[in-house]
């Protein structure tokens, strides 16, 4: 079946707009991650979503990053005001269930360039 | 491996050598472990995982290592390909549903 899909693939815009970044999860699977991964660094936890829970917000850097899944299947991560610092591989997840011991599919990312 | 600034550690290797990529991981209380696979332009790919009560568990071509006594895993390839040849890092989980991952090995497969 169809995996994770993720677009844009690549976003280039300027500093101060906001950007809308789009994840498809694997059909039937009620979790949810978002990551972002800069250069040359290890994976950074933005935001989860389970189900009908309240996500846990707990990863994502500032008020001007924010995300929401409806329907339980999609899910759009929103940053306003971009800042160069945002620059970075924003990466998506998903497991059929929350457990420590489900295994993430990720999605291949969207590359964003603010300058 | 650690590394600094924007700089993975890289590990060079022949095309039929086996190939060892290293991990230190943080926390004591981590129960499961997972190595990803990262090749260029693509999201991580799941390789390979480990429960705490395990020391060591074998796929095909790949052996996972644990030795909890100094926090250390360990990837075992077998007989490298040029395909091989990706970001490797390793994520521990300490009873969460959010791994903690590492930055990642650059594996060079040299045909």
């Known amino acids: 079946g169809a995996g994770v899909s993720q677009s844009p693939s690549n976003k280039v815009t300027e500093k101060g707009k906001d950007v809308e970044l789009r994840c498809d999860p694997i059909s039937g699977h009620t979790a949810l991650y978002w990551y972002r991964q800069s250069l040359g660094q290890g994976l950074e936890f933005l935001i989860y979503f389970q189900g009908n829970s309240a996500p846990d917000k707990s990863g994502l850097p500032s008020d001007r990053f924010s995300a929401e899944r409806t329907g339980g299947s999609v899910s759009t991560l929103t940053i306003q005001r971009t800042q160069q610092e945002d620059s970075a591989v924003y990466l998506c997840a998903s497991s059929l269930i929350s457990g420590v011991q489900e295994t993430q599919y990720f999605g291949p990312g969207t590359r964003l360039l603010v300058l | ?111």
């Open chain 2, 1 to 111: 491996g650690e590394s600094v600034g924007l700089h993975l550690p890289t590990l060079s290797v022949q095309e039929g050598d086996n190939s060892i990529i290293n991990c230190a991981y943080s926390n004591s209380a981590s129960d499961y472990f997972i190595w990803y696979k990262q090749e260029s332009g693509k999201g991580p790919q799941f390789i390979i995982d480990i429960r705490s009560n395990m020391d060591k568990r074998q796929g095909q071509r790949v052996t996972v290592l644990l030795n909890k006594t100094v926090k250390h895993l360990s990837l075992q390839i077998a007989a490298t390909q040029p395909g091989d040849s990706a970001v490797y890092f390793c994520a521990e989980n300490m009873k969460s549903y959010i791994p903690t991952f590492g930055r990642g090995t650059s594996l060079i497969v040299h045909p």
